[in-house]
């Protein structure tokens, strides 16, 4: 079945320390998404992708970020300088007609802790 | 700068009771507007995209409504099973714009 797959499901960070979330798509969608949830907020956008080789930030992209180096594929690294990282970030992808009706695919999240 | 706005932020329904969910948004240019329902700890699932005032959408108990400024996601006689929280999103030329969501509880 296509899908977003993201990895891991939870991620625990130290102080300091980058940290990579994975987000893998079998759809053939051109464009990715990275957005992080909060409690009481909106998904707010951390980076896109429309193509690959190409990405633009988001309304959030202050301490991350991103590759595209193949179609399938668009990992989010959190780095260091990203002073309040504990969310629920979700990747998602659109494509196309479908992308037109259904907006985005989203993947099933990773929530990230700092401890 | 595109705005979505929902409320109430939380919503107690008893099973049975009917009740509305409010998307306000402001945008340069619609080209969809769509709901999407989310259970905890999951990512957003696809309910209904809208494109132009007047059109409406239903979906089992769900009725999603869109006019030029707001949209209305209806919930008639709920059951527990349709607690979730339910995201409105907006869609400019290459991106969505999300509100906060609603989360609906239904007790039986």
């Known amino acids: 079945d296509g899908g977003i797959t993201q990895s891991p499901k939870y991620l625990f960070r130290k102080e300091g320390q980058n940290v990579t979330l994975s987000c893998e798509q079998n759809?053939?969608?051109?464009?990715m998404y990275w957005y992080r949830q909060d409690p009481g907020q909106g998904l707010r956008l951390i980076y896109y992708?429309?193509?690959?080789?190409?990405?633009q930030k988001g309304d959030i992209a202050e301490g991350y970020s991103v590759s595209r180096e193949k179609k399938e594929s668009f990992p989010l690294t959190v780095t260091s300088a990203q002073k309040n990282p504990t969310a629920f970030y979700l990747c998602?992808?659109?494509?196309?007609?479908?992308?037109?009706?259904?907006?985005?695919?989203f993947g099933s999240g990773t929530r990230l802790t700092v401890v | 700068e595109d705005q979505v706005t929902q409320s109430p932020e939380a919503l107690r329904l008893q099973e049975g009771e009917s009740s509305s969910l409010n998307c306000s948004y402001t945008?340069?240019?619609?080209?969809?507007l769509f709901w999407y329902r989310q259970d905890p700890g999951k990512g957003p699932e696809f309910l209904f995209t809208?494109?132009?005032a007047g059109e409406e959408k239903e979906k089992e108990r769900l009725k999603a409504t869109l006019t030029k400024k707001e949209s209305f996601l209806h919930i008639t006689a709920p059951k527990p099973e349709d607690s979730a929280t339910y995201l409105c999103?907006?869609?400019?030329?290459?991106?969505?714009?999300f509100g906060a969501g609603t989360t609906v509880t239904v007790r039986a």
């Open positions: 998602a992808s659109s494509g196309g007609q479908v992308g037109s009706y259904y907006g985005y695919t």
């Open positions: 945008v340069s240019g619609l080209r969809g």
């Open positions: 759809l053939n969608h051109d464009a």
């Open positions: 999103a907006v869609r400019d030329d290459y991106k969505l714009s």
């Open positions: 809208l494109y132009s």
């Open positions: 992708s429309q193509i690959v080789n190409d990405f």
